[in-house]
């Protein structure tokens, strides 16, 4: 079992930045790969960004350039820079076991408003 607590959500004006942390617990040594995901109002969960061992970060084409995805062994950071309203959205932290085992976090609110 892998537990997931995430921090860093919040309202923040357009153009601003905000950096998300998501605390990896439980088997946590076993995590192959760790990741953010989003969901806006009516919309389906989308992946924001990933990352593993070993591999590059892969990006959703609309927070290219914007956000940065990096991880120590249990804690995966998301660093968005130039918000956009369009940013907003519940984020959920995620992570793969090498089991295969898909684990989530409770989600954070991200608000970009003026």
């Known amino acids: 079992q892998v537990q997931l607590v995430e921090s860093g959500g919040g309202l923040v004006q357009p153009g601003g930045s905000l950096r998300l942390s998501c605390a990896a617990s439980?088997?946590?040594?076993?995590?192959?790969?760790m990741g953010w995901y989003r969901q806006a109002p009516g919309k389906q969960r989308e992946l924001v960004a990933a990352?593993?061992?070993?591999?590059s970060p892969n990006y959703t084409d609309s927070v290219k350039g914007r956000f940065t995805i990096s991880r120590t062994r249990n804690t995966v950071y998301l660093q968005m820079n130039s918000l956009k309203p369009e940013d907003t959205a519940i984020y959920y932290c995620?992570?793969?076991?090498?089991?295969?085992?898909?684990?989530w976090g409770q989600g954070t609110q991200v608000t970009v408003s003026a």
């Open positions: 995620n992570a793969v076991h090498i089991s295969l085992n898909t684990y």
């Open positions: 439980g088997s946590s040594f076993s995590i192959k790969s």
């Open positions: 990352i593993s061992w070993g591999d």
